[in-house]
């Protein structure tokens, strides 16, 4: 779908939250100009039409004990991207897979995907039983466990990327 | 944090996607717990204020409005908190990470359009003298529902 200058500053507010008041669409509206309904009707056609992902409560992992996530990162062919993908996009404990390109001889993966456990051991656990059951033994892969968390805020759209 | 109750747990689990669009979401939410309105907006206070969520809010597809770029850095150790601090200063950056690696350093570069995402990545490699490696999404095998939560 192509979307409006009006679309995009819609999207710019509900990525950065709703307001936590009994009508928060009608409080959306009021700040932009638009009805209750239309603004309603709006998230409703970029939610069917794939735009908005999800709408929802966004968890922070970290704080609810899960901290340890592991982004696992695979050199695998490209004719065989497909077939790994689908093989760890199926994992119920695989929250996302993307590929991505290579950066020779940096960075020679192009298949990622993210882990989220309670802690390291899990995740390992559940990254060698994944690994056996999809043959993946011989793939190169390399575990980026998360350190420190610098920023996590909704993203912005809009405006200029300025600092 | 404060510990969370039966009903905080549902909020969190349930209601990860498919927020509801009618006039009075937090009603509706609250219908499907059986508690108030007003009870399911200062749980969610209270979540938010705790940390446990960071918002009530849509995640929006890759690629689908502006541009984004996932970046990576191998930065030295010594310069790791300086450099962080400096790339979390971008309001175009939302997410900024350290990860165990000589690419120690990620984060989510959002924009409104290709080259302004182009033009932060320039920017950083110029104050820092360290080039990020651009690692735009090219492809999702995976559709983001949320995540299961499993209460011990």
Redesign the interface.
């Known amino acids: 779908m192509e979307l409006t200058i009006t679309d995009r500053a819609l999207l710019a507010a509900v990525a950065e939250g709703l307001p936590l008041v009994p009508a928060p669409y009608h409080a959306i509206g009021a700040a932009m100009g638009l009805s209750e309904a239309e603004v309603r009707a709006r998230l409703a056609n970029m939610a069917a039409a794939g735009v908005i992902k999800r709408l929802g409560v966004i968890v922070r992992h970290r704080a609810l004990g899960y901290t340890a996530n592991a982004m696992v990162v695979w050199d695998v062919a490209d004719r065989a991207i497909g077939r790994v993908a689908a093989a760890l996009a199926g994992e119920p404990t695989v929250t996302l897979c993307y590929r991505r390109p290579r950066h020779p001889p940096n960075w020679p993966y192009a298949l990622f995907c993210m882990i989220h456990g309670r802690d390291r051991a899990a995740v390992r656990a559940t990254l060698s039983a994944m690994i056996v059951r999809h043959g993946l033994e011989d793939l190169p892969h390399a575990v980026l466990f998360s350190g420190r968390c610098f920023v996590q805020r909704g993203a912005r759209y809009t405006g200029a990327a300025a600092c | 944090?404060p510990p969370l109750d039966a009903i905080d747990r549902a909020?969190?689990d349930r209601?990860?996607?498919?927020?509801p669009?009618?006039?009075?979401?937090?009603?509706t939410l609250g219908a499907a717990l059986g508690i108030a309105?007003s009870d399911v907006?200062s749980r969610?206070?209270a979540?938010?204020a705790?940390?446990?969520?960071?918002?009530?809010?849509?995640?929006?597809?890759p690629g689908?409005?502006?541009a984004?770029t996932?970046a990576?850095m191998?930065v030295p150790e010594a310069r790791l908190d300086e450099i962080?601090?400096l790339?979390?200063?971008?309001?175009?950056?939302?997410?900024?990470?350290?990860?165990?690696?000589r690419?120690?350093l990620?984060?989510?570069?959002?924009?409104?359009d290709a080259a302004?995402?182009q033009?932060?990545l320039g920017?950083i490699a110029s104050r820092t003298g360290i080039l990020p490696?651009?690692?735009?999404?090219?492809?999702?095998?995976?559709?983001?529902?949320?995540?299961?939560?499993?209460w011990?």
Request: glycine letters at 6%; hydrophobic letters at 50%.
């Open positions: 944090m909020l969190l209601f990860q996607s498919g927020f669009l009618d006039p009075r979401p937090f009603a309105e907006l969610l206070d979540l938010q705790s940390g446990a969520i960071s918002r009530v809010g849509a995640v929006v597809a689908r409005a502006g984004s996932l990576a191998a962080a601090a790339i979390s200063a971008y309001s175009s950056v939302n997410h900024n990470y350290e990860r165990e690696h690419f120690n990620w984060f989510v570069v959002t924009a409104s302004a995402v033009a932060v920017d490696l651009d690692l735009p999404l090219l492809e999702a095998f995976h559709i983001d529902l949320g995540f299961p939560l499993q011990n």
